[in-house]
């Protein structure tokens, strides 16, 4: 398996524009997160999905934010409209449900709202 | 409800031994240990579950303290290598959710 595939790796965009961020989890596992990371708050939890069900998104700052999980091998975080203060590295991470094991990151997205 | 580590940054000699602390609010079901290397992902280095303790390396090793909500992480003999920012992740009881500590900053000199 090649892993969690993040896209992009990088995105530049302008303040007051639309933002998707792409993630396609390791095949067979059934959970998902979506983490935000910057030198202030560290590692945030935003989102995340158990058997292709959101469970918990109070981590998600603002309604700006959505998520979805249209299917088992895709999900996608929408920043709209973005702002300069959502700059940040945003990782996904999937981990298998029903035992207790690690949780396997993508590359991250740096994302920069100018 | 994030988890608080110590210290939050670590300078170490090449072979010099470190402690890292993670204390949480919450009863825990499990502790995590993740190092991330500058611009990388995190990576899992090892899983402390309740009622046990694990060791995930020959050199780095952990303990959980369930009754004190709290783990520590041991690197003994400290190589280059081990430079980069490791965080502590709880998962409570009947959730899946994994939330990562404050981080602490490890840089090992030659």
């Known amino acids: 398996d090649a892993g969690v595939i993040q896209s992009p790796r990088h995105e530049v965009t302008e303040m007051g524009q639309e933002v998707t961020l792409r993630c396609k989890p390791i095949s067979g596992h059934n959970s998902l997160f979506w983490y935000r990371q910057t030198m202030m708050r560290g590692l945030e939890l935003l989102i995340y999905f158990n058997n292709n069900v959101p469970i918990d998104d109070s981590g998600m700052p603002e309604d700006r934010f959505s998520a979805k999980m249209p299917n088992a091998s895709f999900s996608t975080l929408k920043i709209q409209p973005s702002e300069p203060r959502d700059s940040a590295v945003y990782f996904c991470?999937?981990?298998?449900?029903?035992?207790?094991?690690?949780?396997?990151f993508g590359q991250g997205t740096r994302l920069t709202v100018v | 409800q994030q988890p608080v580590q110590s210290p939050q940054a670590v300078i170490l000699r090449e072979g010099e031994d470190a402690v890292i602390n993670c204390s949480s609010s919450k009863a825990l079901y499990s502790v995590h240990w993740y190092r991330q290397k500058h611009g990388e992902a995190p990576v899992f280095l090892m899983i402390l579950l309740k009622g046990g303790e694990q060791k995930g390396h020959e050199k780095i090793s952990a303990s959980f303290n369930e009754k004190k909500q709290q783990s520590s992480l041991y690197l003994t003999a400290s190589q280059l290598s081990y430079s980069g920012t490791y965080f502590c992740?709880?998962?409570?009881?009947?959730?899946?959710?994994?939330?990562f500590g404050t981080g602490t900053r490890l840089k090992v000199l030659a």
């Open positions: 992740a709880n998962k409570a009881s009947g959730t899946y959710k994994y939330i």
């Open positions: 991470a999937s981990t298998s449900q029903g035992s207790d094991t690690e949780a396997f």
